[in-house]
């Protein structure tokens, strides 16, 4: 009888709770090492998209110096066999052999600096600078496809890591190379663009590829959503990570008349920006 009086039931129920929470709690545990662990498998899969990118632009880099220094080869045989390579001469062609080999060898030292994980601390950097060093290293590659790549920059000081914005920028410079391709575009153009908006730094990628369609747009930043065959759908969902956990910025896009315009927006060093409420241009701007 004792066992059945309100006190003992009172605690036998407070038992039962408490177990319900730990097994709720570890549950919950569960849930989130999950989303953490296929976070992280995103994570190496962008990274690896992007390694691939980034091993295929630098032979489109190399390209010209090595056939420059191919030519070059050859000049200097010719001087010699006819004997006008004298000492000026043979200078000459050394040391334009030198600046070939000295921007090959700076090309590998941006290239291996570029995606590096773990190396910077979060600081100012120049966004005209870091977007004109991602568009010098992959230009050639987009020259190759018959792409005309253009920018205008304002120099803006923002924080947060350039190596971070750098694989954003590729990667939307990648998509939008992918779209003037597969639809054949030409005259085929990308245009980067940043500009200081209030207390935001821009950043704007337009191409002239058509833009996205109704039905695409509202699931684009979904992982694993895409509308190529080969497409692996993480480009853009890991994009908007980068910007919102590195750079503490958004990442959006509309359509243009010519095709689409993704936009980064990061706060500037100066201003005082509010995540939560972003400046109207900034959703609806238009370029013409």
């Keep these: 009888m004792h066992s059945n009086s309100p006190s003992a039931l009172h605690a036998c129920s407070l038992c039962e709770l408490a177990q319900h929470n730990r097994e709720l709690a570890h549950q919950l545990d569960e849930v989130v090492n999950r989303s953490h662990a296929q976070e992280r498998a995103l994570q190496r899969q962008a990274r690896h998209a992007v390694v691939g990118e980034v091993a295929g632009n630098i032979a489109h880099q190399w390209r010209q ?69 991602t568009l010098r290293l992959h230009a050639a590659a987009f020259r ?83 509308t190529r065959k080969e497409g692996s759908g993480i480009g853009l969902h890991m994009s908007r990570l980068l910007v919102e956990r590195e750079l503490g910025g958004q990442l959006r896009f509309h359509n243009t008349r010519e095709g689409a315009e993704f936009i980064i927006a990061i706060p500037a060093v100066s201003g005082r920006a509010r995540l939560d409420h972003p400046p109207t241009r900034f959703e609806q701007r238009r370029t013409g």
């Excluded at 910077?120 to 120049?126: A, G, I, K, V």
């Excluded at 597969?182 to 500009?195: G, Q, S, W």
Aim: a negative charge; one cysteine or more; charged letters at 20%.
């Design 65 to 133: 110096p090595l056939n420059a220094l191919s030519i070059l080869l050859g000049t200097l045989q010719i001087d010699h066999r006819t004997g006008q390579l004298d000492d000026q001469r043979l200078h000459d062609h050394l040391e334009r052999a030198s600046e070939l080999i000295q921007h090959m060898s700076e090309t590998i030292d941006d290239f291996r600096d570029f995606f590096r994980p773990g190396l910077e601390q979060p600081t100012p950097f120049n966004l005209a600078e870091t977007v004109h060093k």
């Design 144 to 226: 190759a496809c018959g792409i005309e790549l253009t920018s205008d920059c304002q120099p803006i000081l923002v924080p947060g890591s350039p190596n971070a914005f750098a694989q954003v920028l590729l990667n939307l410079l990648g998509n939008a190379r992918d779209a003037l391709i597969d639809r054949d575009i030409a005259p085929a153009r990308i245009h980067v663009r940043t500009l200081h908006r209030r207390d935001w730094a821009l950043t704007t990628v337009q191409d002239n590829a058509g833009g996205v369609s109704p039905a695409a747009a509202p699931h684009i930043f979904k992982p694993y959503f895409t």
